[in-house]
């Protein structure tokens, strides 16, 4: 037999169920305590990641790892890249993301002669999906053609891990 109680209702002391259903948008940060110690089991983990090469010499060829999921499993945010010289003339610097040695981007980031320095150019994930010990890499080439190639190349990626 349920009771169902309308208004507003006050509780002098503990309040105690074997289980309870809290409508969606009730508890919200201010509801949690400083010191309520959740575990790191219990969360959703982002990382932003940051490789970047030197300023002051030509970019160079590079594949890095730069990340081992751990969850459970995870999600590709995003990616950007630029660089702090820009390229002149017709070199190019491409940055890729490899999962487990294989591309997830729909094309390589270009970094060309139509950007400035410091411009961010996004990528986009052909497939974003991460599982528990995918390797990521961040993967750069050079093409110095007849111009100059950058310095500085940077690439900035966002993910975010399930607890496992």
Excluded at 13 to 30: K, M, Q, R, W, Y
Excluded at 70 to 98: K, P
């Amino acid at each position: 037999m349920a009771t169902r109680l309308e208004g507003q209702t006050h509780v002098a002391g503990a309040l105690t169920a074997e289980s309870i259903t809290l409508p969606a948008g009730t508890v919200t940060n201010a509801g949690v305590a400083a010191a309520a110690g959740i575990s790191a089991s219990k969360l959703e983990h982002q990382h932003q990641i940051t490789l970047a090469q030197d300023n002051g010499s030509a970019a160079t060829a590079q594949t890095r790892v730069v990340h081992v999921v751990y969850g459970a499993t995870g999600t590709l945010q995003s990616i950007q890249a630029g660089c702090e010289t820009a390229c002149i003339g017709d070199s190019t610097i491409d940055v890729d993301v490899h999962v487990n040695g294989s591309s997830v981007l729909t094309a390589t980031i270009e970094l060309s002669s139509s950007e400035s320095a410091y411009e961010l150019v996004a990528g986009t994930f052909s497939d974003d999906d991460l599982t528990a010990d995918d390797v990521i890499e961040i993967v750069i080439t050079v093409t110095a053609g007849t111009g100059t190639l950058g310095e500085g190349v940077f690439a900035n990626l966002v993910l975010t891990e399930d607890a496992a």
